[in-house]
């Protein structure tokens, strides 16, 4: 007999899909579709701001097709809560107008892949990243992608095509394939997976979650091919729609566009609720799951940048491999800074306008090695060899990611705190990757979350023998800055693996600021000089 993983289950899952009875809604008089409106948006607002929970995650979505028109997820601790969820509903003057068309219950879950140690209760030699990601898997939330695509599957149990009489180690392997298919949509997919075995017609469900929706279609579509899906995988029924927030709800039965864009800014993003929810950006789940590279369940930081992407068969039996990248779309900067052409900063002004400015002024503002990417910078007061050492452990699992290029520990040459680096491939790897690095000891501040035009963060490879120079020049120009006006701050930061990497943030008072110090003698001396002491051009990194 085949021996089954070991699994351990963390929250349950709800999907509710409902039709709205368009004929009674429009003829119910004003005030009961007024009363429904009310009721339905309260109803959702709450469950999104988990007002009535003390932990798990839920969001609404429009339905595309004719299979229902509304869908609710929901994540809690206990199957409990979702009958209370499911019965509270029914209660509401929204509801009146819905049929349940279906419905799906499971539980998030890891299994015996992904890590004996983790379940041979081993703690000391449990990853601290690892640790992390895990924890997200089985208590993930929402990400902030607008679609969703939901449905369900199992491995197939047939005369020539037996999962479940395969052994654990070609099991492995299969999912191992899968998700080097599934590292392709890193930062594009995330994903949600839960074990339903037990509790639903299917072995799991899947929640693909994305800000594009060809690349749900696509990523489905490639694994088809994988043998772990060819030969193994049997579905059920696909659902599409969009998220909107609870406060569109009277917009989405009146026939607009959702979500309407008219929420107030913390709720924007993607329907994170009326009272709050979740203003900032989840992504998580790992990306791609069952039908791709078995993405995890994400955590409170999105895309957990650990296992998810670390290719192989992180979860034994969970439909793919775990595999993915990021958390939200292509944000633009991640709410870190990107290197590269990230937009806004500084009320609209655009980093193409600044580059272009800086251009002007005979300065090298382009795009890092010909390409974009995309930098999450985190300050902590931790000792620096305590703080590198968490770092390090994270770095080995972001390392499993192909949208990872590096992730550092920096000093301060002046400042008493130290900076946390990860430049990614995806600003929503870079925005997923902040998620764990906030978790990190002493985390005091976020990069680009300051008040005034934000930080340009300029890093350079200082050729070995004018490493020195280098610093003393710092310290001229460090002078020359404490006697500008709009001028707040600005410290270089030195690599505590390698002191010829550094890079140099500076706080301004605003935009106009800035361009005054890059437009003065000093500065342009400076870049005229830096040209012969540096191994590379630098690259600009604009945080704010």
Request: glycine letters at 12%; proline letters at 3%; hydrophobic letters at 35%.
């Amino acid at each position: 007999m085949v021996e089954a993983p070991a699994t351990e289950e963390g929250w349950f899952a709800l999907h509710e899909f409902r039709s709205i009875d368009w004929d009674a809604w429009r003829n119910a008089p004003d005030h009961e579709r007024e009363r429904a409106i009310d009721e339905g948006r309260s109803f959702l607002a709450h469950r999104e701001a988990l007002a009535r929970a003390d932990a798990g995650d839920s969001a609404v979505f429009s339905v595309l097709g004719h299979k229902a028109d509304l869908l609710t997820i929901h994540f809690r601790p206990t199957l409990d809560e979702l009958s209370a969820i499911e019965r509270s509903f029914e209660n509401t003057a929204f509801a009146e107008f819905t049929t349940k068309e279906s419905s799906y219950v499971s539980v998030t879950e890891v299994s015996g892949y992904v890590s004996d140690e983790y379940f041979a209760d081993d703690d000391a030699e449990i990853d601290e990243g690892l640790r992390r990601y895990i924890e997200g898997k089985i208590e993930p939330e929402m990400p902030d992608d607008e679609y969703v695509s939901f449905y369900p599957m199992s491995k197939r149990r047939g005369e020539e095509y037996n999962w479940y009489d395969l052994s654990f180690e070609d099991r492995a392997d299969l999912m191992a394939g899968h998700g080097e298919v599934g590292k392709q949509y890193a930062g594009r997919i995330k994903q949600v997976i839960a074990s339903s075995v037990g509790f639903d017609d299917h072995e799991w469900g899947v929640t693909l979650f994305g800000s594009d929706p060809t690349d749900i279609k696509d990523i489905v579509y490639e694994m088809r091919f994988d043998e772990a899906s060819s030969r193994y995988g049997e579905f059920g029924q696909f659902y599409v729609g969009r998220r909107f927030p609870p406060s569109d709800l009277s917009a989405y039965l009146a026939g607009e566009s959702v979500p309407t864009g008219e929420a107030d800014a913390e709720h924007e993003g993607h329907g994170h609720g009326e009272t709050g929810g979740h203003g900032e950006a989840h992504g998580h789940g790992g990306q791609h799951g069952d039908e791709h590279g078995h993405a995890s369940g994400g955590s409170a930081h999105g895309d957990h940048p650990h296992g998810d992407e670390s290719g192989g068969s992180a979860h034994g039996d969970h439909p793919h491999g775990d595999e993915s990248g990021g958390s939200d779309g292509d944000h633009p900067h991640g709410e870190g800074g990107a290197e590269g052409d990230a937009d806004g900063v500084d009320e609209g002004v655009s980093n193409a306008e600044i580059r272009g400015e800086l251009a002007d002024l005979d300065i090298y503002a382009g795009k890092p090695s010909g390409e974009d990417v995309y930098a999450t910078v985190l300050y902590s007061e931790a000792d620096v060899d305590g703080l590198f050492d968490e770092v390090e452990g994270l770095r080995g699992n972001f390392d499993h990611y192909g949208t990872h290029v590096k992730t550092a520990v920096y000093d301060g040459h002046d400042a008493d705190r130290a900076a946390v680096v990860s430049i990614w491939e995806t600003g929503s790897a870079a925005e997923t990757a902040a998620g764990f690095l906030s978790e990190l000891p002493g985390i005091v501040a976020r990069a680009g979350e300051e008040s005034g035009f934000g930080t340009m963060g300029m890093f350079y490879t200082v050729k070995p023998e004018h490493q020195g120079d280098f610093v003393d020049t710092f310290e001229d120009v460090g002078a020359a800055l404490d006697g500008m006006d709009g001028h707040f701050d600005t410290d270089l930061m030195v690599n505590v693996e390698d002191e010829n990497d550094m890079f140099i943030a500076s706080q301004w008072r605003s935009k106009e600021d800035a361009m005054a110090f890059f437009r003065s003698d000093d500065f342009r001396e400076t870049v005229q000089w830096g040209r012969e002491v540096l191994a590379d051009r630098p690259r600009h990194v604009f945080l704010a």
